[in-house]
C-alpha cells in the first residue's frame, strides 16, 4: 500500500473517532501510531458531542501516564475551544471540571466506585488501600495464626502433616499462599475445583528387591558412585518391604536417590559392557517406578494441602474487607465481584458513566475485562451496548504477563466486542519514529514477531510507516555496538558493555547529534535526550559504575531498579553488618562501601596483621588504622540498634557517614541523596504498623529485590536535571525519547513459573510447589504441559518486550548486541542478530579500549544476576558462606583470607 493510502486509511479512522460516537470502537494499531492520542481526540470528541466530562472513565495503566492523559485532554480541549468557537460554553465547562473527571487506573476507578457502594460490596466505608509493606506484614501476623489454628482442625492439620512427611517445606506453602493472595480471581477458580490428582500405585516390591539382588553389586570397587545409588536403593526398597506402616515418609526421604543421572561408573568398574548395562537399566526402571509413586503421594497431598489454603486466601480476603484495609489487587476483585453479583450496582454504575475509554489495553487483566464489559453490556438484553466502549492497544506490546495480561483473555475479549458489533478502525502511520528507525523496526520484527497468531501466543506483524516525514538529522538513525564477546564471561560481557554504552551517551552529545521537537525545530542532543532501556536489573550495577567513572550525569528512574543500585546495596550490607556480627560478607562489604571507604590493599594488610572480622572481637581493641575504626564504628551502631527505630537508625547511619554528601561529591548526581531516602522511606513504611527488626527489615528488603515488581513510577527528571534516564523496558511503556539505547540484551528471559499454573484458552490448571533441586517437587495436574506452555509465552513476550524497547526512540536508535559466547540463542542480542538487526543498521565504532577482563577483589561475593536463578541463589550462597565462617571463626569468608 502506498504512503498516501495510508494517510487516507488513518485519515478515516480519525475521522471516526471523532464522529462515530455511538459505535463501539477497537483501535488496535502499531506503536507510535497515535493510539493514546486517538483516545484523547474521542473524549474531546464526546465533550463536543454534549456528553459531561464527569460522565467519561478513561483507564490508563499507571498513575504517572494517567496524570500526562488528564494534561493531554486539557490540552485537547483548549485547542478545541479556539478552534470550535459555537462550542466555547461546552467546553470551557469541561475544562472546569476537568479534576474531577475519571481520568486514572483502573485500581483509582475501582476505589472511587467501592467508596460509593461499600455497603452493597460487604466492606468497611472508611476502608483504606494498605501499602505493600502494611499488606505483607499483616499477611504474616494472620498466616501465623491461621496455621498455630489449625491444630483444632484434625483434616487440614493431618494434610499439612503429611505434606510436610512427604518433603515439602513450609515456606513453599507460604510461598503458594501469597500468590493465591495476590490473585485472588485464582483462588476462587480453586476454590470452585482443583486440578485432579494421581492416585498412588505402590510397585510390587518383592518383585523389585528380587530384580536388585540378582545385580553383581559386588564387582565394583566401593568407591564407585554407580554402585553406592544402587545398594541405597537396595536398602530402600528392604526398608519399604518392612515397614508397612510409613511407607511414604521412608520413600521420600530417599527422593534425591530416584532421579537421574546413571552414568556414573565406567564399565571397566563393572566388568564389561553387559554387566553395566543390566545395572542401569533395572536401577533406573526400580527408581522411575518408585518416583512414580512417590509423585503421586504428593499430588495427592498437595490436592489435600490446597483447600486450607485456598480458605485462608478466603477469609483473609473477606477480613481485610470487614477491616477497610484493603491490597491493591482487592479493589479490582471487589468491584469485579460487586458487578457480578449486584444487579442495582451494574445499573447505577451506567447510569453514571455513558462512557469508558481504556488505553494499553493489550495489558489489561482479566478482572479489568470482566469489569469492562460488564459496564458496557445491557443488562437486559445482554449485548454490548454500542458506544460504551473505546478501546486502544497494540498486541504487539504486551508485555506484563507476569501481572496476569493474557493473549487468550486479549483475543477472546477481542472476538467478544467483534461478536457485539464493534469497529476495528486501523492505524498505521507511526507518528514518532524518523523513517530510517522504522524501516530497521519493519526488517527486523517483521520476522522476530512473524507473520501470524500462534495459538493465542503471538499476535501477528503489522508494519508501521513513517507519518512523520522528518528532514535528516546528524546522528547514525540506527546504529548497533557489540556482538559475539568472546571468551568473556556474563559479568565481563556487562562491564564491556557498560562502558561502550556510557562512551556512546557521551558521544552522542559531543559529536553533535541532532534531535527534533515535536514542532519539528532541529537542535543538539542532551544527556536528557538520551533513554538507556533494559529489559531486567542485570546490567545496572556496572552500568553505574561506568557512568560514575566517567563522570556523565544520569539518573535511574524506574522503582524497582532501586533495589539493584550500588547505594542501597551498600546501605543494606551495612543494615546486615550492624545487625549480625558474624556475617562477614556483609562486614567485609561495608568496609568497602562509600560508608567506611577501605581499599582493598587497607582491608588485606589489616587481614594479615590477623585483625578480626567481628566487630565485637576483644582482639579488635589493639588495632589501628581505618578498618578497624569502620569496625568500631559498626560495633556501636549494634549496640544502638535497639534503642531507636529502623528508620530513625539508617537515618543517623546515613547522616554520620556522610554517605549522601560523599556520593554527590562523587558521582556528581543527586541519586545517593534519593536512595538513602528511599531506604529511610521502606524503613518508615515498613514500621508504620509496629516497630520491626532490623533483621526483618533487611529481609524484606532483600526480598523486594528478587521479586518482579509494577515497574511503572518512573519519577520524571527535575526541570534542571540534564541527565541520563535509566530505566527498564517496563517503566518505558507508552513513553518516548529523543534518542534510546537499548542495553542488557545478552542474558536470555528466564521463565520463572509462579506456584499457580493455568492456560487460559483451555482452562487447564496446575499447582508445582517445592525445590526443583534433590527431587523435592509437588506437582498436581499437567504440571509439565503448563510449563512448557508459559515457556513458549515467556519466549514469545520477550520478542515483543524487544518491539517495546526499539519502538519508543524518536530520532536515534542505539542496541546494544553484546553477548557471550555461550549466551542463549534465546536472547535478545542474538535474536535480535539472527533477524537481520546487523544488516539493517550501521555498526558504531568502538570508543574506549575495552577493559582487561582481570578478575575483580571480592568479585564473587557479588550477585550475577544473569546467572540464573540469581537473587535467591546469591542470598543462598552468602547464608552458606556466612555459616562457614562462622564456624572456622578467624578465617576470612573472603577472598583475602584465603
Ligand atoms: N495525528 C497526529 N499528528 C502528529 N503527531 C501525532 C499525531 N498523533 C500522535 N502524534 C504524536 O506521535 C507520537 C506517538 O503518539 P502516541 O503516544 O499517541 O502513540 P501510541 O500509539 O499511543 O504509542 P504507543 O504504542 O507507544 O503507546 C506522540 O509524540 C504524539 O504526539
Ligand atoms: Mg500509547
Redesign the pocket.
Known sequence: MAAEDHEAEDGAT?ELIRTSLRDTLFVE??????????LVDRVVALVLGGRAIERIVAITFTEKAAAELRDRVRAGLEAAREKYTASETTITEALASLDRAQISTIHSFGQSLLYSYAAEAGIDPSFRVQDEVMAERRFQERWRIYLENLAEDQEAGSAIDRALGLGLSTRHIEALTVELSRRPDLATLLQAGCPPADVPVWPDLKEMSALLEGLPLQMPPPDDRLVAKVKRLVSLVNELLLNETDRESTLAAAAEVLEPPWRISTQLAWGGKENMDRVLAVGADVACRLNETLQACRSQALAAVLPVVVRFVIEDAHQRARDGALTFDDLIVLVRDLLKDNREAVRSLRARYEVMLI??FQDTDPLQVEIALAFATDPESGALEPGRLFL?G?PK?SIYRFRRADMAIYSQTREAVETGGAVFPV?ALN??SRGILLDWINNVFSTLIGPGWKQDIQPGYRSIYD?RRSGDLAGPGVAWIGGDAGEANARQVREIEAGQVVANCLAAVEEGWQVAE?NDTVRPAAFSDIAVLMPTRAVLPALERAFSEAGLPYRVESGSLIYRTQEVRDLLNCLTAIDDPADEVAIVASLRSVAFACSDVELAEYKATGGPWNYLSPRLEGMQGRVADGLRALASYHRERHECSVAALVDRFVAKTEQVVIGMLDAGNRNSFRRARFVVEQARAFEAAEPASLRAFVNWMESRAGEAILDNEGAGLDDDEDAVRVLTIHGA??L?FPIVFVAGLGTAPTNRPGAYLIDRSTGETGVCIGSKYANRRFMLGPVDRLIEFENRHTDAEYGRLLYVAT??ARDHLVVSLYHSKRALATCGARKLIEHGAKDHGQKRPELIEEPKLNKRAFEDLEPDAAQEPAECEFAERRQALVAAATKRRYTSATALGG
Open positions: 480519525r494499531a502499531g506503536a507510535g501510531t497515535g493510539k493514546t492520542s486517538a488505553d494499553e486502544v497494540d506490546q492505524l507518528r514518532r507519518g515535536h511503556k507508552g518516548e519502538t519508543r
